[in-house]
């Protein structure tokens, strides 16, 4: 019986040395990267992709440092970094994070206070948006991004020629200025026998279900905002697919690439099919941001290459876009830092970056000298550049909350069910409501 | 007196101090997560104690509710389906009559589809089903027997009818194994004794076979409907991962996993798992105690 109790009280210490010395190695790691005392590693940084490789290499050798990139994979990244963020243990020097957790992460304490280094200095280079966003609620700056992800339309010339007479984009963008315009521009096109786009995605992924009023999606007392353009967005989605003007063809699916290239089947050949009858139709354009170019069409669209052209929608928006950051714990806080400095602000460096990779960069003065009389062959000639820019300038960050992303899933189901014609609008409207409710009880859903 | 026992305890405290540390202390701690409504950021001592309110909203949640019964349902389903086509492969492989060649070969093909990633599983019938350009709807056209395509995974029924028959698909070959060892437990001399005494092939079923096979039924059942509680990566990843189409493909998993990483709730997503913990348990206690009354029943069967 003694020994049992004797076991027990060991059994029990036991547990307790366990549990302490989990919180013991949350401490050490806090104040100190084991790696990087004992390796000759001197940063880690997470990522989701190898795009940050390339500076990694160049900062490596100007420093002679050694950097360790540790690539998580994107649907695993958060669920993988968030614990080593929150506890302390095994996190990096540097992270990065996506636009659609970002607004939640500059809230936390995870990134260090940029603006210890100076950055605010800076800000007169970026476009206000993109450096907004990684500014926390209280003004603390926390993170910063290397490149602009505004979208636009992006057509062929050939067919824009032969059905609007014209293939200039200040023309196309007044044509799609509105919802309207969008979907007069629909119905000519498919007169004509083409489509619009190949995806309903290029009108509902992208923020045109704003129309020609972006607001945020929820306001600084957690009320939803429920705009006219919004409602209004149910009836063009089903004009959208009740006139065909698509070819639903699903984004990112092996049609949609096609559909860059060739005219694709339209419809797996159903419908009462009517004269044009072989079932195959040309796409005129899709939504895309500024990486669509270099990423999407560059490498998939080669048949097609010099016959486009990009223009702007209804609203400026952005897609995507990588933040990065100092990691709040961080021991080698200063030359994590010179790295993001080099990444966002290095003149010569992200002049060797841009001519590499074609994306559009967030620093200003290496992009006006790179834009100027910048002719893109791809584009028949066009300068992106000075588009993307531009939109870059009209996008208005205080339009993004955090919820954005998921707001904009639910809503696209809502008018999904009711294009299906499984739901009313009332119903839909009211689903939508009820899956805002659950998801974030914090938000008013409550339309009066 | 029983002094040497008490060193038993020594060979056990590995496992001991593995198990309270790694799944007691995991249990209790997100027992105390429910209590709270901590977003799974900036740290559990920010969240505020909010006792039982995240029980209260849980059992008036109808999203709640119909995670449980869309889970049922595709399990279900997934359950007949897969039962069914196993057991009749497995009667025809252990047909006396028959005599069928080629068993280890057919053993494998059948288990085939269930060592295949279940991410590619669902890209690959997510394109197979897609509405326009997927291939199902195309040789359907082309056989003529519809004459628009049906928008599988935007049908409820469809959906769950997916999710059901490719679950079916990937886990008959399993149980088809399990069943074909059972079988094959049971004496030959019983189906030929009951041949001789005239019994045709529907009563050597099901007075031999079923009730000889009846453990290992329960097995399947049992592994089957904890695994069915559980379901969670092939609807998430068959369409938009919070249960589209309206909803049907929204598993109790899929809503615990929705509520804790999509949308920061992480006091109420530790409430569902306590929700559907006590509901498995409700499962098991109902599966064991049918175990127990049949064992009973044949006690009394044996003392008349």
């Keep these: 019986m003694k020994n049992s109790w004797k076991l027990a009280t060991l059994l029990c210490g036991a547990v307790l040395l366990t549990a302490c010395g989990s919180d013991d190695n949350g401490d050490t790691a806090e104040t100190g990267d084991t790696d990087s005392d004992s390796g000759e590693v001197d940063l880690v940084i997470n990522s989701f992709t190898e795009e940050l490789q390339y500076p990694i290499d160049v900062f490596e050798e100007r420093h ?21 963020l929150e506890s302390g243990s095994g996190a990096p020097d540097i992270f990065t994070a996506e636009i659609i957790y970002l607004l939640d992460w500059v809230e936390q304490d995870y990134w260090a206070d940029l603006g210890e280094f100076g950055v605010e200095d800076w800000s007169t280079d970026y476009p206000e948006y993109a450096w907004e966003l990684g500014r926390d609620q209280e003004g603390t700056m926390k993170a910063l991004t290397w490149q602009v992800t505004p979208g636009g ?13 014209t293939d200039d984009p ?6 799609f200025s509105t919802m309207e315009g969008l979907m007069e521009a629909g119905e000519q096109l498919k007169q004509a026998g083409y489509r619009l786009f190949p995806d309903e995605e290029s009108v509902s992924g992208s923020p045109f279900t704003m ?55 339209y419809n797996a050949g159903w419908d009462e099919m009517e004269e044009d009858s072989d079932g195959m139709t040309e796409v005129f354009g899709v939504s895309l941001p500024s990486w669509g170019l270099p990423h999407v069409l560059k490498i998939d669209a080669t048949e097609t290459a010099g016959d486009w052209a990009v223009t702007s929608g209804p609203s400026s928006y952005f897609g995507g876009g990588t933040w990065i950051g100092v990691y709040e714990g ?97 119903e839909a409207l009211d689903s939508f409501y009820a899956e805002v409710q659950n998801a974030y009880p914090q938000i008013n859903v409550n339309q009066d | 007196m029983t002094k040497n026992n008490n060193r038993a305890y020594f060979f056990i405290a590995p496992f001991v101090i593995v198990f309270l540390s790694f799944n007691i202390y995991p249990i209790l701690l997100t027992f105390y997560y429910s209590l709270t409504n901590y977003t799974g950021m900036g740290g559990i001592d920010n969240a505020d104690f909010i006792g039982l309110d995240n029980y209260r909203r849980l059992t008036q949640d109808d999203f709640f509710f119909q995670a449980f019964f869309n889970t049922l349902k595709i399990w279900g389903a997934n359950f007949a389906i897969q039962i069914a086509i196993a057991m ?85 070959g399993n149980t088809f194994i399990i069943l074909m060892a059972g079988i094959s437990g049971i004496p030959k001399d019983f189906y030929e004794a009951a041949f001789i005494d005239g019994a045709n092939w529907w009563d050597s079923f099901t007075k031999i076979t079923l009730p000889q ?7 399947v059942f049992i592994t089957s409907i904890i695994g069915g509680l559980q379901m969670f990566d ?24 929705n509520q804790g990483f999509s949308y920061a709730n992480f006091g109420y997503s530790a409430t569902i798992a306590y929700g559907l913990f006590i509901i498995t348990i409700i499962f098991s206690v109902i599966t064991f105690k049918t175990i127990y009354r049949s064992q009973v029943k044949v006690k009394n069967g044996g003392k008349k």
């Excluded at chain 1, 339309?153 to 007479?165: D, T």
């Excluded at chain 1, 905002?225 to 697919?241: G, I, N, P, Q, V």
């Excluded at chain 2, 096979?213 to 097995?219: F, T």
């Design chain 2, 234 to 257: 092939l609807p998430l990843l068959l369409t938009d991962g919070r249960g589209a189409p309206r909803g049907a493909l929204n598993t109790m998993v899929i809503y615990l996993y």
């Design chain 1, 211 to 265: 129309g020609s009023n972006p607001q945020p999606w929820v306001d600084e007392d957690e009320n939803l905002t429920m705009t006219d353009e919004r409602m209004s967005y149910f009836d063009y989605a089903k004009e959208l697919r009740d006139n065909e003007y698509t070819a639903l063809a699903p984004v990112w699916s092996p049609a949609w690439y096609a559909s860059f290239n060739e005219p694709i089947t």
């Design chain 1, 330 to 426: 961080s021991e080698n806080k200063d030359l994590a830092f010179e790295f993001i400095q080099m990444l966002v602000n290095d003149e010569e460096f992200l002049t060797e970056w841009v001519e590499e990779t074609g994306d559009v960069l967030s620093y200003t003065p290496v992009m006006d000298k790179i834009s100027e009389g910048y002719e893109d062959e791809y584009l028949g000639g066009q300068n992106h550049y000075d588009y993307f820019l531009a939109e870059a300038e009209n996008i208005d960050a205080s339009n993004v909350t955090r919820y954005d992303q998921r707001l904009d899933q639910m809503f696209g189901s809502a008018v999904g069910a009711y294009v299906e014609g499984d739901l009313s609008k009332e």
């Design chain 1, 153 to 165: 339309i992006f057509y062929r010339r050939s067919i824009a020629k032969e059905v609007f007479g």
């Design chain 1, 64 to 84: 002679g440092v050694n950097i360790d990139l540790q690539i998580i994979p994107g649907e695993n990244y958060v669920d993988t970094l968030r614990p080593a």
């Design chain 2, 88 to 172: 009749g492969l497995a009667l025809l492989f252990s047909d006396l009559r028959l005599k069928l060649r080629g068993l280890n070969t057919f053993r494998a093909l059948f288990f085939l589809p269930n060592i295949i990633t279940i991410a590619s599983v669902a890209l690959l019938f997510s394109i197979l089903l897609d509405w326009n350009y997927g291939s199902l709807n195309q040789m359907l056209l082309n056989l003529g027997l519809i004459s628009r395509p049906i928008n599988w995974l935007n049908n409820p029924v469809y959906a769950q009818g997916w999710v059901a028959l490719i679950g079916a698909w990937m886990w008959f």
């Design chain 2, 213 to 219: 096979l009846k453990p290992i039924l329960l097995y």
């Design chain 1, 170 to 175: 200040d023309a196309m963008a007044e044509q």
